[in-house]
């Protein structure tokens, strides 16, 4: 078979026909002349009564009115975006990040201690800190936009509707990137607009967003929220299972920094905290003393661009070879 909307062995379609799954009044097969040109396969749980999915769709490739690409990916396109927007956990991760992330970062800045001479360190940073918070909210939304389609068993009929896997993959990660921008921005401009409000002594001098490096800070975190959350779908794509892909994006984020403050070898510690995603993503929020940092602000940020790009990548080819 040529290019199936779904394709489903046959080891597997017998193994699955004996528990109930696949039934005969639910396979399908159309003919021309004896020749098979067609054929569908219907899927539902053991105890449903009716079923739930359209799991392979194979339709002769030299027939004619084949689906054009761009089609596809506008219908893609439309039912990840309908999917986030009508789902309710979705919602609620959005607005918890958006109140978590101002929260942690209104306590942080209300324990600086100022004088009218200013507040000393990095307070753009320190305005900041709730995004080691929101980005675990972040990480858990990005996972559930797909395992929790293999947990339902949705992401057949996903991937019955859209035979392309790639365009389903590629959907998917411009809907959470743009969720994920807008999400970022009012997270971040809060925090900035919190820290004004406690910290008025800096007034508009360094937390103005006509300040290049508070720009910068401001922007690149709202990138780094971004990358966070395709470094987790490609991880969860991988994965497909929600708790292992959550445990293991958020190990990297919290674990793998605390794991490199036991090196006692300052060379190797340094050298961990260049490449740990959290650490040299977070460098774009630095504001001062940027030569004493173990990474410049955009290497860093880009560090943390190449795990989601690796995450994005192995995510993509494992969807493509495996069965749903």
């Known amino acids: 078979m040529d290019e199936p909307v779904g394709w489903i062995d046959a080891d597997r379609y017998l193994d699955e026909l004996k528990q109930g799954m696949y039934r005969p ?23 449903s009564a009716h079923p739930v999915a359209l799991d392979c769709l194979h339709v002769d490739p030299t027939l004619p009115d084949r689906a054009e690409v761009a089609a596809g990916l506008r219908l893609a396109l439309h039912a990840e975006w309908t999917k986030v927007r009508t789902v309710v956990g979705p919602l609620w991760l959005l607005l918890g990040t958006v109140a978590a992330t101002v929260a942690l970062s209104t306590v942080a800045t209300s324990v600086v201690h100022c004088t009218a001479s200013g507040c000393g360190g990095d307070t753009t940073k320190v305005t900041l800190m709730g995004i080691y918070l929101g980005q675990a909210l972040v990480a858990i939304l990005a996972v559930q936009i797909i395992s929790g389609e293999y947990s339902s068993g949705m992401i057949r009929t996903t991937l019955t509707a859209i035979s392309r896997r790639a365009t389903v993959f590629a959907a998917k990660a411009v809907v959470l990137t743009g969720v994920v921008a807008v999400d970022g921005t009012v997270a971040v401009l809060g925090s900035v607009l919190a820290g004004r409000l ?51 994006v958020l190990g990297l984020l919290y674990i793998v920094p605390i794991v490199s403050q036991t090196i006692g070898d300052p060379h190797w510690q340094r050298l961990f905290q260049k490449f740990a995603p959290m650490n040299a993503g977070l460098a774009i929020q630095a504001t001062t003393d940027l030569p004493g940092l173990p990474i410049s602000p955009w290497a860093g940020l880009g560090v943390t661009a190449g795990w989601a790009a690796a995450a994005l990548l192995a995510g993509a080819l494992l969807l493509r070879i495996r069965d749903a």
């Open 25 to 47: 009044e639910g396979t399908w097969i159309a003919e021309d002349d004896g020749r098979i040109v067609g054929r569908s396969l219907w899927w539902g749980q053991q105890d």
């Open 198 to 248: 406690i910290l008025p002594y800096l007034g508009d001098r360094a937390l103005s967003m006509s300040d290049g490096p508070t720009l910068r800070a401001v922007f690149g975190t709202v990138l780094y929220l971004i990358l966070i959350g395709l470094l987790s779908l490609g991880t969860a794509t991988a994965v497909r299972d929600s708790a292992t892909s959550i445990g293991i």
